[in-house]
């Protein structure tokens, strides 16, 4: 098949057409290019831990209390684990796609997807652009959600591997043994664990939602609370890096150039810090909420697209032990989606029936 001359004449995408005319269109941009230094091992590494160590650490002991301290800790280690891998899968698509077009800037998640499902069997094809703006909406509402979380946390007392990966002035260094990922995440899964563990040994049946909220009312105690809030706040600006990433490129076809392209930039960042403050003030039930939107959105990023993408990827070469295990992972997460979600909507229930007898 030749080449199109433009996208708009593209009724079926073809294994021929070029990403590096299509992220042209994505990002608005003429051509591959990187407008700054890569970050070095000590900065991603701290970045992916501050990135996945949020607010979630402290309702862990919850979470120890109903699964159990035994069978609790070792479901957070058999989880986060496979959520490791995942990503390793996440990013191998995304090195595959780079070298298979020679594309020396790194697609982003959605634009992984996209390529992916382009360069697949011809049944994945026309679903290409479906993929990336479904994957690009679930990234959106995420990140907006989690960050609604980080804002409530703060009044009362936030899909990141491959934008760290693609700022990485080494981006070999990430996926070694002893790379970025392997100890960022391992660190991760180890104090998550910990404060899980030990918060359920300490308070038990006792433990509250958050575990701050079982600190004593003693100096020493709320200091640490203090530097919590001081944590997460800071935390908010990375963890809305994803979303602003993926809506502004689109506010800048649609409204730009800007003549202060960086006061444009601030203003767009300050209108998503409103709208999450707003939803996080005026959405009802929004642990609730959020938890429906992390079983929805979050699970389907973690557990369910990295194996979609590896079989689309490697369809002409996959081996059969591989297929099996893929669709054991995707399998799984689809069990984690329902049974979260009839969680979260049966909590969101109740409290609407108790609200209307109360």
Request: glycine share 6%.
């Amino acid at each position: 098949m030749r080449r199109s001359s433009s996208l708009s004449s593209i009724r079926v995408p073809s294994r021929n057409i070029s990403p590096t005319r299509l992220f042209a269109v994505v990002k608005g941009r003429e051509g591959p290019h990187r407008d700054k230094p890569g970050t070095p091992y000590c900065s991603t590494l701290m970045n992916l831990v501050k990135g996945t160590i949020g607010s979630g650490i402290f309702a862990m002991g919850g979470a120890m209390k109903n699964a159990g301290l035994v069978l609790g800790s070792v479901l957070l280690v058999a989880i986060g684990f496979l959520c490791v891998y995942c990503q390793h899968q996440l990013v191998s698509a995304a090195q595959q796609v780079a070298f298979n077009h020679d594309y020396n800037v790194r697609p982003d998640y959605a634009e992984t997807v996209m390529v992916c499902f382009m360069d697949g069997p011809e049944l994945t094809r026309n679903l290409c652009f479906t993929m990336k703006k479904l994957v690009n909406a679930i990234l959106v509402i995420c990140q907006m959600g989690f960050c609604c979380v980080y804002l409530v946390f703060v009044g009362d007392s936030i899909k990141r591997v491959l934008p760290l990966f693609n700022e990485m002035k080494n981006p070999e260094h990430l996926t070694t043994w002893f790379g970025v990922l392997n100890i960022g995440m391992s660190y991760s899964i180890i104090i998550t664990t910990f404060i899980g563990a030990s918060s359920y040994m300490r308070w038990g049946e006792d433990i509250k939602p958050s575990v701050t909220l079982n600190l004593p009312d003693e100096p020493l105690a709320q200091s640490v609370v203090i530097l919590v809030m001081l944590s997460v706040s800071l935390s908010y600006v990375l963890q809305m890096y994803v979303a602003y990433m993926i809506m502004f490129p689109w506010v800048y076809r649609k409204f730009g150039p800007f003549r202060y392209h960086y006061w444009a930039e601030v203003s767009f960042k300050f209108f998503l810090s409103v709208i999450t403050y707003i939803l996080a003030e005026t959405i009802p039930y929004l642990g609730e909420f959020i938890t429906l939107v992390g079983a929805l959105g979050g699970t389907s990023l973690a557990l369910v697209f990295p194996p979609v993408l590896e079989l689309v990827s490697f369809y002409d070469t996959i081996r059969f032990p591989s297929i099996v295990k893929n669709i054991l992972i995707i399998a799984l997460g689809l069990v984690f989606i329902v049974t979260a979600t009839y969680v979260a909507v049966s909590d969101i229930i109740t409290k609407l029936i108790e609200d209307a007898s109360a």
